[in-house]
């Protein structure tokens, strides 16, 4: 499945009177993160010329990089069912990031959390729960180490969701931390196009899936002959919604009265 595509858009001027609005966080009394869907676009124009929108949904562009890399191998047979859960799915632009601090993201409904591994300098996808009393990650921090740090009872995580520090465990005692029932499950994931994105499939046969397959690429977003805007927006709906919506134009000035101002026509 290719999870970009690009289609032309419409000409038509609109000022918007809404303001800024607010996102409210997860409650951690809750100890459960919920957030809202989210959509990934990017707006790539060769300079002087008309532009294109790349989205996460359409399935249109090709997936070949300037410079192809070896075939990917398949990950299911032609007569299997197709499997949603194995496929690259977009989390985030990484200019929209924070490597202080983890975040939470709500991906084809799984939760997880997305945070800046300072000792292996990448970025790194979790399950947005901790192994201990199922506290949502993304409320934690990043420690003086570089772990991630659950906000609950401070327990530590490296890059390989191995659990290095318990802060109430016996220093003398076993060493509790190393259980393999307090490992965080870690997404596999890589950087392309300047977005992060997983694999949202623990099956041990996954572990190495990028070395097999990589997400697609857009070989516009990394020319410097183009100029692109990219940016992520939390909607409570899902894309089929968001799809319906952006390719018609037509109902802003009524559907969306008195919120979208739009410029005035030719009387008719």
């Known amino acids: 499945m290719e999870a970009l595509g690009a289609s032309a858009v419409p000409s038509f001027h609109i000022r918007t009177t809404l303001g800024k609005t607010k996102l409210r966080r997860p409650m951690f009394l809750n100890f459960h993160s919920n957030p809202t869907p989210s959509s990934t676009f990017s707006l790539v124009y060769k300079k002087q010329s008309k532009f294109k929108v790349f989205n996460t949904i359409s399935s249109t562009v090709s997936t070949e990089p300037t410079n192809p890399p070896e075939p990917a191998l398949e990950t299911h047979s032609k007569g299997e069912k197709f499997d949603w859960y194995s496929q690259w799915y977009p989390v985030m632009p990484i200019w929209d990031l924070d490597k202080r601090r ?23 996808v979790f399950d947005d ?31 390989s969701g191995n659990c290095k520090f318990i802060p109430q465990a016996n220093p003398d005692g076993p060493p509790v931390h ?9 997404y596999p994931s ?13 099956d041990p046969r996954y572990k190495d899936i990028l070395v097999q397959k990589k997400p697609p690429y857009i070989p516009e977003i990394d020319d410097p002959s183009y100029t692109n805007l990219m940016g992520n927006r939390d909607i409570p709906y899902g894309f089929e919604i968001l ?12 559907a969306h009265h008195g919120i979208l101002e739009i410029l005035p026509s030719k009387k008719r």
């Not at 983890?102 to 790194?124: C, F, H, M, S, Y």
């Not at 190393?178 to 870690?186: E, I, N």
């Not at 799809?243 to 009524?254: K, S």
Request: glycine fraction near 6%; charged fraction near 20%.
């Open 102 to 124: 983890p975040q939470a993201k709500k991906v084809i409904g799984l939760d997880v959390v997305v945070w800046w591994d300072r000792n292996e300098e990448t970025w790194k």
């Open 178 to 186: 190393t259980a393999k029932k307090a490992c965080v499950a870690v």
């Open 129 to 159: 729960r901790c192994p201990h009393r199922l506290a949502p990650l993304s409320e934690g921090r990043i420690d003086q180490w570089g772990r991630l740090q659950c906000v609950y009872h401070g327990w530590c995580f490296n890059g």
């Open 243 to 254: 799809i319906e919506n952006l390719m018609d134009p037509a109902h802003l000035p009524y």
């Open 190 to 202: 890589t950087v392309q196009n300047n977005i992060v994105w997983f694999w949202p499939n623990l």
